[in-house]
């Protein structure tokens, strides 16, 4: 074998020198890269996790709820119940009307989405003056009860309506029945009650009350209903006048919808 040169093997030796310093070099960076990487991502997960985590846990999260977000009206029944007030005149001649208070109890059972049938069960009560009698005779009575009932039944018809608010015009006619005699001459007196004070002898005739439900949804199931009509009332009486009255009436109060789907 043929010895090298002394500068062949001088050269040689440093080519060798610089291999062994790049390849320790490159050993080290590479050694040292995986923990630097270890620990950048194990340092960025709880970064990760905290920013996961709410910023004050004590305060809870605020979440908006619509309570009328369920309102349909596909319901089949329904209910309302409300205090209700009308005005009468409790005689063909008698010049002063009597405002009456009582309840209002209605009940629906809807066949389409639009229509429906409607009963209704009305009570109203209260007072009326009289008028003075025939020839002169003083006939004066102040508080003199009367009072109005109607049994109604008719059509009614959904009209504009959204989640907060329902027009239900209706019609009704039935029966209404007066009492309005019951306590005439109370205090003792020999007057006659019809012929003097002027009042309807007490009956049953026709009735009715044209007008409409307005209903303002408090949540799927209960409703704020205002009623307002026109009562019609025809008794029959002694006068040259007609008998048929219509006289303004209102109800205020809340319907509940049953559960059961058309």
Do not use: C
């Amino acid at each position: 074998m043929r010895l090298l040169k002394p500068a062949t093997r001088t050269s040689a030796i440093r080519t060798l020198l610089v291999a062994a310093f790049a390849t320790a070099f490159v050993a080290t960076l590479q050694a040292q890269t995986p923990p630097s990487s270890a620990s950048s991502s194990s340092s960025s997960a709880p970064a990760v996790q905290a920013s996961a985590q709410p910023t004050n846990p004590m305060n809870g999260t605020y979440i908006a709820v619509d309570p009328l977000s369920g309102v349909r009206y596909d319901n089949r029944w329904d209910v309302s119940v409300g205090l209700a007030s009308g005005h009468i005149h409790a005689g063909p001649n008698l010049r002063e009307g009597a405002d009456l208070g009582g309840l209002d109890v209605s009940a629906s059972y809807w066949l389409t989405k639009h229509w429906g049938v409607e009963a209704s069960g009305r009570a109203y009560l209260g007072t009326s003056g009289t008028t003075p009698a025939a020839g002169g005779s003083p006939y004066f009575e102040s508080g003199v009860f009367v009072a109005q009932y109607m049994f109604l039944a008719g059509a009614e018809y959904l009209g504009p309506h959204n989640k907060h608010v329902a027009l239900i015009p209706h019609a009704l006619f039935g029966v209404a029945y007066g009492d309005f005699n019951k306590e005439l001459g109370r205090a003792g007196s020999t007057l006659g009650p019809t012929g003097v004070a002027a009042f309807y002898d007490n009956q049953a005739a026709l009735g009715g009350a044209i007008g409409a439900h307005l209903d303002l949804n408090r949540s799927p199931r209960w409703v704020f209903r205002v009623t307002p009509d026109a009562l019609l009332t025809g008794y029959d009486g002694t006068s040259q006048y007609s008998h048929t009255q219509w006289n303004f009436g209102i109800s205020v109060g809340v319907q509940y919808k049953f559960k059961g789907k058309r």
